[in-house]
């Protein structure tokens, strides 16, 4: 009986212990890897139209307009501005242009002392404004100077809280503190909206944060009283809304009979963002360099026709804001669902555009998802359990893919559920299900393995279960094409770049040329720095491996014109890049110790090549072969032969040729 009892106590211990795992695994799925997969999802179905789909919104609406301070405006006008230049901006939308609405996406903390009659010139601009919707911004530290901080408080809530009615279970007061505004600025400015974004998970969670933007808080709770976000005030003063009432599922509009959903937790109110794709650059809606803006106002003002025609902002909503890395308080770009660095103006312009067009997402609860979740994992143990290895297999690939069908579906009609954390689910299913099987229908074999035991040394057992797949060093003598490329000059470049900066550009280039050798059947051995080593002809037999080579380097030169062309417009550096091509016979192969082994190609065949590739340098060319590659590809390349050569650690002299153009298929 005691032991009856003490089995159930350890199979109840399993099971607890089983619950528990599956319970952590569910926990780092759903707080770790779920919103990766909802990033993905975002880029790649969200803001993705089908054929058949021509109503599907994609794009930033042409409605709002972003006017940028970039880095085309901060080489035109040195930065810090002068505030009058603003002021030229402003006038020309305030007397010419006629927008609904003007968002300044930006905070004005501080009197410029240097130009006191610039600033005087710019409050009295926005004074006259009406439409003109200025930043401020919460903080979570304590007012320096308490009384002052509590004036400051008091004359903010007359002027710009909202008429909120707090329906909510409870909301915590986490600000205690406000950026100031100068006091000639605040006396003039008439409407404020928060340009604070939280960082988190979809499901509004600070846990395992990455630091990237996927939700809007349209009000903010501050001593009590609520202000709206830019996007939010934008919206209200649009349709002239004089009450909301805040809830812990909606916002709700009583006066436009219109509501929006939102999770509420204790410390704020989340709205996901509905992201559109890209149009240019990283800008999801239509974008104007503030240079052109302020050029365009002078022409007017000397009676030419203006660059930038005002009439393209009539009855448009303008976002006014800065995207460029060279001065303080310039660099408002954030990390979103949709874009690395997406500039903060466009992030703000998207929630006011989910906000006019009601296009928004919608997360689906919890307790669908664990639903769904729960639902596949028993179809799934079931299937296995009842079926064969066969039908099993089937049972669970049509789970697996339907559930990743619906996944797609619904995000690409903005309804949001759960992708990582459902199919990790499945997977552990189908591992305990096996596990189990496994273990039920091979008890028998069990007991076989243990008969042999007695007959057959378990150290042989072991090292014939050890070499199944005949791993081991070694190799074989092939005849195949080594390609070398390097960046020219990359190292002077370099130093003038961050580690950050280089990594981010050789990723890029890196990118750009593996798919390109990829498809030429060739294999990238290693990356050594800026350089590429390349194989062609193994493991992937191609007879045609030479000209394919010389093809893939005149390719790659190809790319890394489209590449500059790309840099130029973003202001980095261009590069040039050269390349070495040999063919011959090499060893090819596992090198390296029992333990640690790399499939690598050794033999003068390699060195040739690495030398050819550093050769360009000495005869400014950009692909260089070798004559055992040209007698393979004279057909389709076009060279000029560099005949009697000393290369370095060959005895005697050879012919090398300049490639000069090839023909692709």
């Not at 466009?346 to 989910?354: E, G, K, P, V, Y």
């Not at 994992?377 to 359990?385: E, H, P, S």
């Not at 309804?415 to 596990?435: C, D, G, K, R, S």
Request: glycine share 4%.
């Amino acid at each position: 009986m005691i032991k009856n009892i003490l089995n159930k106590l350890k199979l109840a211990l399993i099971w607890i212990t089983l619950l528990l795992i599956i319970g952590v695994i569910y926990f780092l799925a759903y707080f770790t890897t779920e919103p990766k997969a909802y990033d993905f999802m975002t880029r790649h179905i969200l803001t993705e139209k089908l054929p058949f789909d021509q109503h599907k919104k994609v794009y930033g609406s042409d409605d709002i307009i972003l006017v940028v301070i970039d880095s085309k405006s901060v080489e035109k006008y040195r930065w810090p501005w002068k505030r009058e230049l603003y002021c030229d901006i402003f006038n020309y939308f305030h007397e010419y242009a006629k927008p609904k609405i003007i968002v300044h996406d930006a905070l004005i903390n501080a009197l410029d002392t240097d130009n006191p009659q610039s600033d005087k010139k710019y409050f009295d601009c926005v004074r006259k404004m009406d439409n003109y919707i200025s930043g401020f911004l919460p903080m979570f530290d304590k007012w320096e100077n308490q009384k002052e901080g509590e004036e400051y408080d008091k004359k903010f809530k007359q002027k710009f809280s909202v008429n909120a009615v707090d329906k909510t279970s409870h909301t915590e007061n986490i600000f205690d503190s406000l950026f100031p505004m100068p006091e000639p600025y605040f006396n003039a400015v008439k409407n404020v909206g928060s340009v604070l974004i939280f960082f988190g998970n979809i499901n509004g969670s600070f846990i395992f944060s990455d630091e990237i933007v996927r939700y809007q808080n349209y009000f903010i709770k501050y001593k009590d009283s609520y202000y709206p976000s830019l996007s939010m005030k934008a919206f209200l003063l649009l349709n002239n809304i004089t009450k909301t009432i805040i809830t812990d599922n909606e916002i709700i509009f009583p006066e436009l009979d219109y509501k929006i959903r939102q999770k509420h937790t204790i410390y704020q109110n989340l709205v996901p963002i509905r992201f559109y794709k890209a149009i240019n650059e990283k800008y999801s809606h239509k974008y104007i360099s503030a240079t052109d803006i302020i050029k365009s106002y002078k022409q007017i003002k000397n009676g030419q026709k203006p660059l930038i025609n005002p009439e393209l902002f009539s009855n448009k909503i303008v976002f006014f804001g800065a995207n460029v890395t060279a001065g303080e308080g310039l660099n408002d770009k954030k990390n979103t669902s949709l874009e690395i660095d997406q500039p903060g103006v466009d992030i703000q312009a998207t929630a006011l555009d989910n906000l006019i067009n009601n296009d928004f997402v919608y997360v689906v609860p919890q307790y669908v998802n664990l639903l769904l979740t729960i639902l596949g994992m028993l179809a799934i143990l079931f299937g296995i359990r009842t079926l064969n290895l066969t039908k099993s297999i089937i049972t669970i690939l049509s789970i697996v893919l339907s559930y990743i069908i619906l996944a797609g579906l619904c995000f690409y009609y903005c309804v949001i559920i759960n992708i990582i954390t459902p199919l990790t689910m499945f997977v552990l299913a189908i591992i305990l299900a096996y596990t189990n099987k496994y273990f039920i229908e091979n008890k028998n074999k069990e007991k076989v393995q243990s008969a042999m035991g007695k007959y057959m040394s378990k150290d042989v057992m072991q090292r014939v279960i050890e070499n199944i797949d005949d791993l081991g060093l070694g190799g074989k003598k092939a005849v195949v094409t080594v390609l070398f490329s390097d960046i020219r000059g990359f190292t002077s470049m370099s130093e003038k770049m961050t580690a950050q900066q280089v990594s981010e550009y050789l990723n890029e280039y890196f990118s750009e040329m593996e798919p390109i050798i990829t498809s030429y059947n060739g294999i990238i051995n290693k990356f050594i720095g800026d350089a590429i080593m390349a194989i062609f002809g193994e493991p992937i037999h191609d007879e045609n491996h030479a000209q394919n080579a010389v093809k893939c380097a005149y390719t790659m030169l190809q790319r890394v014109e489209k590449l500059n062309k790309k840099w130029e417009r973003e202001g980095k550096p261009e590069i040039e890049i050269g390349i070495g091509i040999n063919t011959g016979e090499v060893f090819v192969g596992n090198i390296g110790s029992v333990n640690r082994m790399e499939y690598t190609v050794i033999g003068d065949t390699v060195n040739l090549a690495s030398r050819l590739e550093n050769y360009n340098k000495t005869y400014k060319t950009k692909i260089l072969i070798s004559t055992s590659t040209y007698k393979s590809v004279k057909q389709v390349a076009d060279v000029i032969k560099i005949p009697e050569v000393q290369i370095r650690g060959k005895a005697n002299k050879i012919d090398i040729y300049d490639v000069l153009k090839v023909k692709l298929d």
